[in-house]
């Protein structure tokens, strides 16, 4: 039987080619009698692994050499203190770009360690667009300049990057649209995310560090969240969240084969075109985030009578379209159309969107 179409935002759909390949070597990795989960990883096979799970993300993301790829966990959110805890130095501010509920969490993090400064957007919702470029407002003399490239709740993506003061390192929170599209690392000076939206299993932090940001920890960050010590020990300072590491490496290859991000970054144009299509030619529904900046990744929703919300949802799970509901911060529906998520669901998503709006219209 197919399985349903799961919109959820994360921890989110994974391919079923993956998903079957974990099942199948679940008992017995490779011959090696062993799964992925009872290895050593310090073991020559899950060295193997992370070692193959390393230079597949090199390869998609064309990561230059001067940057690591440092595999750790904690999540986005306990980035939001890792990150000052390396790369204030001995400054005393980091200009922060609010653009969503993530990127204000951040800013809030950010003021344990130092006086975040707000370059633009707004600490509160909601949150529609991204500033225009000519009223950011920049501070003397930052650390970095921080931005979330996808809000996951609110589904406003920046489709450009801004440009920051010279110098100055852009820091971006990328949990939920990496790997979505191609992009020139080299723009930036740390990227990070957690796995769970468009890699693989909750648990896994990605983090991509340009090496000359790595001498400016604090004393006090915690050695296992010390950029640095991570590197240098192949993000194995600390036991990594190994089988996360291997179905992210299984989500890897199987992105090669698909073509790599320029044709992912195709399909996902399609499918958010195809939504926001419909959307906009519907009065039934309703999208609030301004066209430019809405996010091919998650797209919020709303029903113009929200009476028929539960309706809706119910009607959907029928349907086999899973966790449509909108975040509680926002309302309304939310639907998350990662690189997982094939034409075929967004399609199967529209069609029932249209026969629900002629039977209760
Ligand atoms: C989900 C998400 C987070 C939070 O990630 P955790 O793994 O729960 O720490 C932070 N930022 C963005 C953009 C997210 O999508």
């Known amino acids: 039987m197919a399985r349903p179409y799961n919109f959820s935002a994360g921890p ?13 070597e679940m008992l017995d990795w490779h011959g090696s009698g062993m799964s992925v989960m009872e290895m050593s990883h310090r073991g020559k096979e899950f060295t193997q692994i992370a070692t193959q799970a390393e230079a597949d993300l090199r390869e998609l993301l064309a990561v230059p050499a001067n940057y690591k790829i440092l595999f750790m966990q904690g999540g986005a959110i306990a980035e939001n203190a890792i990150i000052p805890l390396n790369l204030l130095g001995d400054k005393q501010t980091a200009d922060y770009v609010v653009t969503g509920s993530w990127s204000a969490k951040s800013f809030k993090e950010a003021k344990k360690y130092c006086t975040p400064h707000l370059a633009a957007g707004a600490l509160t919702g909601p949150w529609l667009a991204v500033p225009p470029e000519p009223t950011f407002s920049f ?21 450009a990057l ?5 110098q100055v390192p852009v820091v971006a929170d990328m949990s939920s649209n990496i790997l979505s599209r191609p992009i020139d690392v080299a723009q930036y000076g740390l990227i990070f995310g957690g796995a769970q939206k468009n890699i693989g299993p909750a648990g896994l932090t990605f983090v991509i560090v340009r090496d000359d940001l790595l001498d400016r920890a604090s004393p006090l960050c915690p050695s296992a969240f010390e950029y640095k010590t991570v590197a240098a020990n192949g993000s194995m300072y600390n036991t990594p ?3 996360g590491i291997y179905i992210a490496g299984l989500v890897f290859q199987w992105l090669k084969r698909q ?3 320029a044709e992912i970054e195709r399909r996902n144009i399609a499918k958010a075109e195809l939504l926001y299509g419909y959307l906009d030619a519907t009065a039934f529904y309703q999208t609030r985030v301004e066209k430019p900046f809405r996010s091919r990744m998650n797209v919020p929703f709303f029903l113009k009578d929200e009476s028929l919300n539960d309706a809706f949802l ?10 449509l509901k909108g975040h509680k911060s926002v309302g309304g529906m939310r639907a998350s159309i990662y690189n997982a998520m ?3 669901g967004v399609q ?3 069609a029932f969107m249209k026969e629900f709006e002629r039977t209760h219209g």
């Open 12 to 24: 989110a759909a994974l391919p079923e080619e993956v998903l079957r390949q974990a099942a199948e």
């Open 139 to 159: 501070s003397a003399d930052p650390a970095y300049l921080f931005l979330c490239s996808n809000e996951t709740i609110d589904g406003v993506e920046f489709h």
């Open 162 to 166: 801004p440009k920051a003061p010279a």
């Open 241 to 243: 969240p190994t089988y």
């Open 259 to 261: 073509g790599g991000l």
């Open 314 to 323: 119910a009607a959907a799970k029928d349907a086999g379209l899973l966790q």
């Open 342 to 344: 094939p034409l075929a």
């Open 348 to 350: 199967a998503l529209v």
